[in-house]
């Protein structure tokens, strides 16, 4: 399969194009912003640049859309901004994909739901209740609209291993590490399903080789809130005394954005499409990162 990745310096995109490289599909992945070894540059607002790369010539049969704008407050108070880098980005991606007469993947969001019942199946009705939601909505549909055989992949509380490690877990690692002293105040009533990126490569690499098309949602058997991914998080860090975590209420928090509160995923679908296929749990995750991340300091001392 031959496989273009936009958005393969973030987290999802950075884990499909190495899985898909490991499993020995010919892909490129691309970086906007964040320039690194594997990736060239392509920028989706720009569809026309002569700096982007050729995808026509490299010719894809599939485009995996990871390019976002994903700062859920910061999308609130730039609505025009986050419009173009939602939907006009995604209409950019849908018109190279005709172009190239590639599938595409769009990886979307629980925030399409409005947090009153969580978590979701695929045929819940999505109600978006803030402006990243209403616009990642709006691209599921016109992917789903124009492009024939489209993928969208819902996710939520993504977490792994990345470059930047922006993500919440890798966030609360990094403090650990660099034994910051913190106290963390994290919503206790914001619900979700956390999800390992690997986990979302591995699944779309499936669905992609099975030629299955329509809206699919991903997620492990976790379902925690805030509080409880981060006092799971800390518990593999017990010298980490130096962290502390303060339960609060989102009403206290001023986010900008209204969050969905029951939130998640249910994975029904996909479940029962491949009922022997293992997501992994945070525990896992978190074992394995703490039991190398020990072994390196033990190799440097
Ligand atoms: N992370 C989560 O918890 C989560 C949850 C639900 C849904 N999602 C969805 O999953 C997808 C991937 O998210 P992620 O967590 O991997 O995000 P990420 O780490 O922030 O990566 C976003 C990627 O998009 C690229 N990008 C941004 N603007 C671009 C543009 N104009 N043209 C081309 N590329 C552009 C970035 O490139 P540079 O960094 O090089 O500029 C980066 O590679 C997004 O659609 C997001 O909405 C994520």
Request: net charge neutral; glycine share 6%.
């Given at each position: 399969?031959?496989?273009?990745?936009?958005?393969?310096?973030?987290?999802?995109?950075?884990?499909?194009?190495?899985?898909?490289?490991?499993?020995?599909?010919?892909?490129?992945?691309?970086?906007?912003?964040?320039?690194?070894?594997?990736?060239?540059?392509?920028?989706?607002?720009?569809?026309?640049?002569?700096?982007?790369?050729?995808?026509?010539?490299?010719?894809?049969?599939?485009?995996?859309?990871?390019?976002?704008?994903?700062?859920?407050?910061?999308?609130?108070?730039?609505?025009?901004?986050?419009?173009?880098?939602?939907?006009?980005?995604?209409?950019?991606?849908?018109?190279?994909?005709?172009?190239?007469?590639?599938?595409?993947?769009?990886?979307?969001?629980?925030?399409?739901?409005?947090?009153?019942?969580?978590?979701?199946?695929?045929?819940?009705?999505?109600?978006?209740?803030?402006?990243?939601?209403?616009?990642?909505?709006?691209?599921?549909?016109?992917?789903?609209?124009?492009?024939?055989d489209s993928l969208v992949l819902r996710v939520t509380n993504v977490y792994g291993d990345e470059?930047?490690?922006?993500?919440?877990?890798?966030?609360?690692?990094?403090?650990?590490?660099?034994?910051?002293?913190?106290?963390?105040?994290?919503?206790?009533?914001?619900?979700?399903?956390?999800?390992?990126?690997?986990?979302?490569?591995?699944?779309?690499?499936?669905?992609?080789?099975?030629?299955?098309?329509?809206?699919?949602?991903?997620?492990?058997?976790?379902?925690?809130?805030?509080?409880?991914?981060?006092?799971?998080?800390?518990?593999?860090?017990?010298?980490?005394?130096?962290?502390?975590?303060?339960?609060?209420?989102?009403?206290?928090?001023?986010?900008?954005?209204?969050?969905?509160?029951?939130?998640?995923?249910?994975?029904?679908?996909?479940?029962?499409?491949?009922?022997?296929f293992v997501f992994n749990s945070v525990d896992n995750y978190l074992s394995s990162t703490t039991?190398?991340?020990?072994?390196?300091?033990?190799?440097?001392?």
């Open positions: 399969m031959k496989v273009f990745i936009i958005g393969a310096s973030g987290l999802v995109g950075s884990h499909c194009l190495a899985h898909f490289k490991e499993q020995g599909w010919t892909v490129k992945g691309s970086h906007c912003n964040f320039t690194t070894d594997t990736t060239c540059y392509y920028n989706t607002l720009q569809p026309h640049s002569d700096q982007n790369f050729d995808v026509v010539s490299f010719g894809p049969e599939v485009i995996v859309h990871c390019a976002a704008l994903t700062n859920v407050d910061y999308c609130e108070k730039n609505e025009k901004e986050s419009y173009e880098n939602t939907l006009e980005s995604t209409r950019h991606v849908c018109e190279l994909a005709i172009k190239c007469g590639a599938r595409v993947v769009y990886i979307s969001t629980d925030y399409v739901f409005d947090g009153n019942s969580g978590p979701y199946q695929e045929n819940d009705a999505p109600n978006p209740i803030n402006v990243y939601g209403k616009h990642k909505f709006l691209a599921e549909q016109l992917v789903r609209t124009s492009v024939i470059a930047r490690g922006k993500n919440f877990v890798a966030r609360i690692i990094q403090h650990c590490h660099q034994k910051q002293p913190i106290c963390l105040k994290l919503p206790y009533d914001q619900f979700a399903t956390p999800i390992n990126a690997n986990d979302i490569a591995r699944a779309m690499f499936i669905l992609l080789s099975d030629k299955k098309a329509g809206i699919y949602h991903l997620a492990s058997t976790d379902y925690m809130n805030r509080v409880e991914l981060g006092r799971r998080t800390l518990s593999y860090f017990p010298d980490a005394e130096f962290m502390s975590i303060e339960p609060v209420d989102s009403t206290t928090m001023k986010q900008t954005a209204t969050r969905p509160l029951v939130g998640g995923l249910l994975k029904v679908k996909f479940a029962t499409e491949y009922p022997t039991k190398t991340s020990i072994s390196i300091r033990e190799n440097k001392t």
